[in-house]
């Protein structure tokens, strides 16, 4: 719903302006946070055989692939981590479970369209089975991490969900 809508009516309060921009820092702190935890997990899982700045190389690019959904992840969660402790805490673990689940599969998805676009490359299943396979065993192995990050989003988002009230 937008003002070319024949119901939409401006908003006197400025609280849907305010939810707007704060739901954008969420999603912004949750794409930096997170998409640096990606690389990390890259590098752990090794996908590729190491070749000389190839895994940093790839992490990256993984990371970008990972970045819609995690951005989009903390823009759904952001109104839950500014409400009550309990919903906030939900949040948190919400996006903690959410977070690797939705880094791999925008990764798959981006791996699959690219191997696909790329005469010559391969397979785009077998890429995407790739992804999926050390996705899971990385996000395994850097689980401490996401959880300490999905602490630092809650604590974060309602830090910045305070200033701009």
Same mark, same amino acid.
């Given at each position: 719903?937008?003002?070319?809508?024949?119901?939409?009516?401006?908003?006197?309060?400025?609280?849907?302006?305010?939810?707007?921009?704060?739901?954008?820092?969420?999603?912004?702190?949750?794409?930096?946070?997170?998409? &640096?935890?990606? !690389? *990390?997990?890259? @590098?752990? +899982?090794? $996908?590729?055989? %190491?070749?000389? #700045? /190839?895994? =940093? &190389?790839?992490? !990256? *690019?993984?990371? @970008?692939? +990972?970045? $819609?959904?995690? %951005?989009?992840? #903390? /823009?759904? =969660?952001?109104?839950?981590a500014l409400g009550?402790?309990? +919903?906030?805490?939900?949040?948190?673990?919400?996006?903690?479970?959410?977070?690797?689940?939705?880094?791999?599969?925008?990764?798959?998805?981006?791996?699959?369209?690219?191997?696909?676009?790329?005469?010559?490359?391969?397979?785009?299943?077998?890429?995407?089975?790739?992804?999926?396979?050390?996705?899971?065993?990385?996000?395994?192995?850097?689980?401490?991490?996401?959880?300490?990050?999905?602490?630092?989003?809650?604590?974060?988002?309602?830090?910045?969900?305070?200033?701009?009230?």
């Amino acid at each position: 719903m937008g003002p070319w809508d024949p119901n939409w009516r401006p908003d006197p309060t400025g609280r849907r302006l305010i939810a707007i921009r704060v739901a954008r820092r969420g999603a912004l702190a949750s794409a930096l946070m997170f998409g &640096a935890l990606v !690389v *990390v997990a890259t @590098l752990v +899982s090794h $996908p590729l055989p %190491a070749r000389a #700045g /190839a895994d =940093l &190389a790839v992490g !990256v *690019v993984l990371a @970008l692939f +990972s970045l $819609p959904a995690l %951005a989009l992840l #903390g /823009a759904g =969660l952001t109104a839950a981590a500014l409400g009550s402790r309990p +919903s906030a805490a939900s949040a948190g673990l919400a996006m903690g479970v959410g977070v690797p689940v939705a880094a791999v599969t925008s990764t798959m998805i981006g791996v699959f369209l690219l191997v696909g676009i790329v005469p010559g490359v391969g397979d785009g299943m077998s890429a995407a089975g790739m992804v999926l396979r050390s996705g899971v065993k990385a996000a395994t192995a850097i689980s401490p991490l996401i959880a300490l990050a999905s602490l630092a989003w809650v604590v974060l988002v309602r830090r910045l969900g305070r200033s701009v009230d």
